[in-house]
Nanobody, 125 residues
Framework: QVQLVESGGGLVQAGGSLTLSCAAS????????MGWFRQAPGKEREFVTA????????YYADSVKGRFTISRDNAKNTVYLQINNLKPEDTAVYYC??????????????????WGQGTQVTVSS
């Protein structure tokens, strides 16, 4: 079992920056991919980005390229999501998720077996 706990959300003005953290506990392996998803009010959950713990390869949704950066600290079992130039449309609950399959990084939510409880990001205009 893997437990994921997100932190770092909050209320930010448009144009500001935020760094979200996802701390993993339990068994994780270098083959895991860790992803971030978000869900805005009234909308479906959408893929944001993911990273493979071994090697650090990354994958971003087109909508966030250039403003979002995912990184990991394997020693701390923590994955980070840095968000720059925040926009009101970034307002959502951000979820961390783990894909233990070892398959190529996926943007599909069902591929991720473990999920955190989410952290709220609110961007004011």
């Amino acid at each position: 079992q893997v437990q994921l706990v997100e932190s770092g959300g909050g209320l930010v003005q448009a144009g500001g920056s935020l760094t979200l953290s996802c701390a993993a506990s339990g068994r994780t392996f270098s083959s895991y991919a860790m992803g971030w998803f978000r869900q805005a009010p009234g909308k479906e959950r959408e893929f944001v980005t993911a990273i493979r713990l071994s090697g650090g390869s990354t994958y971003y949704a087109d909508s966030v390229k250039g403003r979002f950066t995912i990184s990991r600290d394997n020693a701390k079992n923590t994955v980070y999501l840095q968000i720059n130039n925040l926009k009101p449309e970034d307002t959502a609950v951000y979820y961390c998720a783990a894909d233990p399959s070892g398959l190529p990084i996926s943007s599909v939510a069902p591929r991720y077996d473990y999920w955190g409880q989410g952290t709220q990001v609110t961007v004011s205009s």
